[in-house]
T-cell receptor, first 115, second 112 residues
Framework: NAGVTQTPKFQVLKTGQSMTLQCAQDMNHEYMSWYRQDPGMGLRLIHY???????DQGEVPNGYNVSRSTTEDFPLRLLSAAPSQTSVYFCASSYTTYAGVGEQFFGPGTRLTVL | AQKVTQAQTEISVVEKEDVTLDCVYETRDTTYYLFWYKQPPSGELVFLIR??????QNEISGRYSWNFQKSTSSFNFTITASQVVDSAVYFCALHNDYKLSFGAGTTVTVRA
């Protein structure tokens, strides 16, 4: 099992450019999520999905779009990059229970710099 | 709204000392989960423990132990006889309604 994979590992964008961060998992997890990690702020939830075709906003969704057409993939799209989106982005997946989610498996992260 | 507070920003200890990391959370819900994750200098996030709100038993796993006290909304983490490999950032997190909220993290440095 590859677990959770993310591409690219590093990316530099100019302000206004768009791009998609890729995330895939091979554990058949229903739940997938995206976080951003900024110094001194821990991880903040951007968007999440409880299954194919279902997505919802987290704590900091502005400037990001997601879709979930398959169980395996959960791409994160930056529509018009801004310097404030410079961060490390983590994708995670988990099984779901009647009360929520289990242990989250995290990808290795994507370090994004917006100039 | 839910919130997790890790008041200790950085802790530095000498090897073999015990270190306790504090975590205080806020939530209005009665059903929730609490987590601890470790982020070593290499950057990956490593799951340590998941505890549901109905299970207040303390847990021990090797040199790690956790003290969950619902009355004070705390879920503290102790590393006994710390080692240099324990140097990392440790995050406490609260899960409810499919949303995970992380604390800001505590950086632990263990000196040889």
């Amino acid at each position: 099992n590859a677990g959770v994979t993310q591409t690219p590992k590093f990316q530099v964008l100019k302000t206004g450019q768009s791009m998609t961060l890729q995330c895939a998992q091979d554990m058949n997890h229903e739940y997938m999520s995206w976080y951003r990690q900024d110094p001194g702020m821990g991880l903040r939830l951007i968007h999440y999905s409880v299954g194919a075709g279902i997505t919802d906003q987290g704590e900091v969704p502005n400037g990001y779009n997601v879709s979930r057409s398959t169980t395996e993939d959960f791409p994160l799209r930056l529509l018009s990059a801004a310097p404030s989106q410079t961060s490390v982005y983590f994708c995670a997946s988990s099984y779901t229970t009647y009360a929520g989610v289990g242990e989250q498996f995290f990808g290795p992260g994507t370090r994004l710099t917006v100039l | 709204a839910q919130k997790v507070t890790q008041a200790q920003t950085e802790i530095s200890v000498v090897e073999k000392e015990d270190v306790t990391l504090d975590c205080v959370y806020e939530t209005r819900d009665t059903t929730y989960y609490l987590f601890w994750y470790k982020q070593p200098p290499s950057g990956e996030l490593v799951f340590l423990i998941r505890r549901n709100s109905f299970d207040e038993q303390n847990e021990i796993s090797g040199r790690y132990s956790w003290n969950f006290q619902k009355s004070t909304s705390s879920f503290n983490f102790t590393i006994t006889a710390s080692q240099v490999v324990d140097s990392a950032v440790y995050f406490c997190a609260l899960h409810n309604d499919y949303k995970l909220s992380f604390g800001a993290g505590t950086t632990v440095t263990v000196r040889a």
